[in-house]
């Protein structure tokens, strides 16, 4: 099973960015990243998990919540095994733990659930 591992989180205040990475290790043999669909959720205290940003095995399609949109930025590197999320402009609302998700492992037209989760890693935006 893969392992996902996020990193880039700190405290920044209002207006600030940061960028978020997450490198996915122990792909078994015939396992290619490239062809995970990728997602980045967070969850702030006392409320549920949300989606924040999806983006597709080849970063053709890339989604964003609508609470982000036009700040955030998904991306990916399939040789290094990483999916980035670049936050900017950020808001005292976008404190959460941001998790990196592996929704579905595609092979051609078909895709295939996963659930892989990383621990996550701690974005807090005060003044």
């Known amino acids: 099973q893969v392992q996902l591992v996020e990193s880039g989180g700190g405290s920044v205040q209002p207006g600030g960015s940061l960028r978020l990475s997450c490198e996915a290790s122990g792909l078994s043999s015939g396992i290619i990243f490239g062809r995970y669909n990728m997602n980045w959720y967070r969850q702030a205290p006392g409320k549920e998990r949300e989606l924040v940003a999806r983006i597709s095995t080849t970063g053709d399609s890339r989604t964003y919540a609508d609470a982000v949109k036009g700040r955030f930025a998904v991306s990916r590197d399939n040789e290094k095994n990483t999916v980035y999320l670049e936050a900017n402009s950020l808001k005292l609302e976008d404190t959460a733990v941001y998790f990196c998700?592996?929704?579905?492992?595609?092979?051609?037209?078909?895709?295939?659930?996963?659930?892989?989760w990383g621990q996550g890693t701690q974005v807090t935006v005060s003044s």
């Open positions: 998700n592996v929704g579905q492992y595609c092979v051609g037209a078909t895709c295939y659930d996963r659930d892989y």
